[in-house]
């Protein structure tokens, strides 16, 4: 499917890089054709700076996004979601972060959930990195509370896992 989006900006490198960094953020396309962030405009001003690109290269990609029906049933539902993973230590919650061999296999998440279960920690997020945005892509688990050194080791020999990483 993200094939399929980007296609239709391949030919404009600058509108796909703009394309790129309105999924991997989570931002919308609203009604007037301006990125957004539920009812908060971001500025395509700052967005071009960012990927240094003009200014009227995003207003293009924005319109074009809501001129075409097909995209603009999608980035009008695009929602961000908190990542707790830099704030979690913090408030006392712990971080599992794992590196998988392949990112497109199945049942990685689900393996992991049992081995956090079995060690009686509740999952308070689950984020797996899209292989298709991040070059390396990582699951990464929120826990309820601290891991113990048992669970890093279970961890370790699910089938498909290539590193543990804990905060």
């Not at 009604?31 to 995003?58: M, T």
């Not at 001129?67 to 971080?95: H, M, Q, T, Y």
């Not at 009686?120 to 990582?138: C, M, N, T, W, Y």
Request: charge should be neutral; glycine fraction near 8%.
């Amino acid at each position: 499917m993200w094939q399929q989006i980007l296609g239709k900006f391949r030919r404009y490198p600058a509108q796909e890089k703009v394309v790129r960094l309105i999924l991997s953020r989570g931002f919308q396309i609203n009604e007037r054709g301006r990125v957004a962030s539920g009812s908060i405009e971001i500025p395509h001003a700052q967005i071009a700076k960012e990927l240094d690109v003009d200014r009227r290269v995003v207003d293009t990609t924005a319109m074009a996004i809501r001129e075409d029906p097909d995209l603009w049933k999608i980035f009008k539902n695009v929602r961000s979601v908190p990542f707790l993973a830099d704030v979690a230590p913090v408030l006392g919650l712990g971080v599992i972060e794992i590196t998988p061999v392949d990112a497109r296999q199945t049942g990685l998440l689900g393996n992991v959930a049992i081995a956090v279960a079995k060690h009686g920690l509740s999952i308070r997020q689950a984020v797996s990195d899209d292989p298709f945005f991040v070059e390396d892509p990582k699951l990464t688990i929120i826990t309820e509370g601290k891991i113990p050194g048992e669970l890093v080791t279970l961890l370790k020999e699910i089938e498909g896992v290539k590193k543990v990483t804990v905060e």
